[in-house]
């Protein structure tokens, strides 16, 4: 069965979830990947959502933003960001879901600017809650388009603090993340057009685990600022089951973000 | 006490040159629009905008050369993408340079809820690792007075005025707004004075008899404008959909300077008011951005 | 997930010995009483009570022997005055000692906000020149790291179990609460377990009708019971008014350490359930607190 | 008209608000002289109650705890406590009532314990709102039963702070609450069984206002543990009017707390 880059994203990004977690949902593809596992292995999994919603069914309807009515009506709670960060700041939220323009090995994110700090070339918009978020949960899965503009060695700016990097104290990795204060977490996958990274914590370091059906490892490694550490079991992407995209067509059934 | 008033007054007089305004505040929904077209008309110079994230509001304002500064946590198009004007600014001084303090959604919501507190900060340990402090200064990191741990510190921001959209309001300016909240609660106590605008007027009875769904204080409330729509393109739970078309118009209309100015002059410039504003939005339009089922949350009972 | 359980199990489980438990949380109305005795019934010992004023039912742990500390604003009767085993624990030790950590309502709220925030402390200027902050060491003065004034840091406050009586929940734990909440959200976020007793046990779609109405994130609730009446003879707003003749009567009854004893007897010890607790109470007394007159919000619409 | 000393204080208590003002009401004889207030002079003030309520009308029957259910229904704001202090904070509250055990001359007010801090000959029930609203209100209305047991040169335990105490930096009064760091206030008036005190912010010493009708001020210092200043215009209280009696006795009919 044919499928989108973008319907694989979702797919991925959907198995990050397990069953019964609390998650923290970003804009766009994390919408429908959040309605997808509900609907497949994930059925008893909360999405919260930064504007200031918690719910347990998927919105009825395609949300363009997810502060759209469809994803008001029918919440376990609609209340203000600071209630639904606050779990997350104690550590009740087990994933959570953001893009970016610009990536590192190190799952350093930057939404902020491209170029120099006082007058750069590309203002971005912004960390929103994605540095909270990058800060907070227990795990983080970042999605992103991938060429190499997009996956650097280093970004231009840390909004969302991934492993960081290695200093005169230490690795990167988890420590770097203690050693800065920041109370648990880190990214635990980068699912992007062409592959899904997972990572090491002991050093912070992006390691392919699976290229997409179609693609191959030296494409990735063309399209990536670093050079490529494999995972262990690296292999081909699952592809989608017949079943999932059904459940991601019914769901964004004129493409809007999946196409 | 009666605060009705119009949107040109109110602006007037509570939203002068060099205001600090916090507006936008529930995220996507409930943006009041027609606030800062008023804005805009009444040519307001060097404000400095607070809010979470603005979906193209405070890219409306820093286009018209309204802004001297933006604290927020994110400044684009939610549905489509990067801000043109605000790029402009940031990138090439066009119309005009501007300041630009970064935060996150829970920091700025930090930040205004100390100041609603009458407490000088917060201590968080969120943006820990993160350039944002190296870049936005007045978020300062500092050892734990308790255990040295590294902490950071979210002084108060007390803006001159919060503009907020809510469903319906009475005149003294008690008010209900129900859907997602976003940081509105905690602008609403930060701010020296507050300017309502509401869908509908209603007689206070109709709030006093659910005192929990009342958004504060009103005796913050210095302003009630009554402006139905005044929320378009962004959604009001219980009144009107999202106009998705409108923001991806926007976005394609306004990625140069000239196309921004002929926008501007469409929808802001040359219509004069909120009236002018939904005739040119035409009546198929608005009828398609209707309620088309009704959700009634379930009765509940204050009786003793 | 459905969470029901009853009062006995619900205890049993989530409050062990040497549990911190936060509880009457909305001041005057809605105080756990049924949970309270149930604690009591059990033998619980070396507790730790947090809550801002408690309106006789700290009284009645105490006199009971559970409590080893109270983290409080206010132990007493509200309509008749002192609380009397909270005097005689604190000035005899009997019938043991207990721990006082004064607070005030603001700073027991702020280390309640702290905790749920995930901050380490909160800073305010409330209680500076007090001699609560002298008493209660935990709350430190310390100077201003921006300007150098003086400053009180409210420490976080993250109590084991919250338990909170509301209106109306559903089996997972989403649950309704009106009238004033006194310090009830910002425990119930602040809490690792949260135990919610309720009036009525109602669909889920009563509850997802008015998300706005909700208390809290039902993911931190671990046990729902349906225990009609077990606020009385606080107020349950909607529900029943408060039983002021049943507070004049503990005052009277407790004055002494054998009348305290009887007290506990007739209404706890002897009185197995809330059913039989009603029993006692008779149907007489129980019609005479109902609501009189209904008076039910005004609609809200959440369609689109 | 005959009136009792509890009727007279709820009259000289609704006599400190201004209209317009917010009230920060405290229990029992505040909750009446606001509805007294509402009712004669100053029918536009708002109440504010630390169980998280605000009112702009009286409650429709007396209450016996501001938590009673007719003090919740038709009120402008049922919320939290937080919420209702946070104006107060910021100083957004013109008055504020507490009423308490002791009180000294400098309007220290105790509510927390008598005698030995670790080993109280009484313990109290502590402060409440009380200490909060001592130090965010612009001014503060003390009520108290008068006796020479209550009114002391020294409390024993300074639960909400008044003018403090003159020490080696200067005087008690607004210089002192400036120098630990309270933002603004300070006890306006001491309402008593027997008399009005105001006070002096340059030193923060009581002054004996006037003296209720059928004392003395002789009697007045036999019952005060201060060598009492006298106001330049102290005198004898203006008795309650027949309005403002029938005004309580319609709120408290029994005499629940005016008796």
Known sequence: MEYTPRELMVVCAARQIHDGENVFVGMRLPLIAFALAKRTHAPNCIGLFETGT???????????????APNIAGALWTTGTLNVMAPMATGDVHLGFIGGAEVDRYGNLNTSLIGDWQHPSVR??????????????????IIMQHDHRRLREKVDFVTSPGYGYPDEHGPAGTSWRRRVGLPRGGPSALITTLAVFTFD??????????????????????QT??????????????????????????????????? | MNKRTSMASAIAQFVPDGSSVAIGLALEPLIPFAAAHEIIRQQRRNLTLIGPISDIL????????CVEKVAAAWVGNVSEGLAHCYRRASEQSIPRSIITEDYSNFTIGLALL??????????????????????NTTLRAISSPEDGSPLLLVPAIRPDVTI????????????????NLGITEQAMLAARDVILVAEEIVPREVIVSDPNRVLGPSFKVRAVVHEPWGAHPSAVQGYYNRDHA???????????????AAWLEDWVLNTPNRAAYLARLGEERVRSLGVKEHRYAAPVDYGY
């Open chain 1, 54 to 68: 918690i719910r347990d069914e998927p919105s009825a309807e395609l949300l363009y933003t997810m502060g759209d």
């Open chain 2, 164 to 179: 907020i959209h809510v469903q319906r309001s009475d005149e003294d300016g008690n008010a209900h707004m129900w859907g």
């Open chain 2, 114 to 135: 100390a100041a609603g507190l009458g407490s000088p900060y917060i201590p968080t340990r969120t943006l820990l690792g993160s350039d944002i402090p190296r870049k």
């Open chain 2, 58 to 65: 405070f890219d409306q304002l820093i286009g018209a050369g």
């Open chain 1, 124 to 141: 971005l918009p912004g960390s929103g809650g994605g540095a909270d978020i990058a800060s907070f949960s227990q795990r983080l899965a």
């Open chain 1, 201 to 222: 914590p002991t050093n912070g370091e992006a390691m392919l685990q699976s290229y997409h059906p179609g693609t191959t490892i030296e494409q990735v490694q063309e």
């Open chain 2, 246 to 260: 409108f923001y991806h118009e926007y976005h394609t209309r306004t990625r140069t300077v000239e196309g921004y």
């Open chain 1, 225 to 259: 600022g670093w050079e490529l550490r494999l995972a262990p079991d690296c292999k081909e992407t699952v592809p989608p089951t017949e079943h999932e995209l059904r459940v991601i067509r019914e769901h964004d059934p004129q493409g809007v973000w999946t196409r």
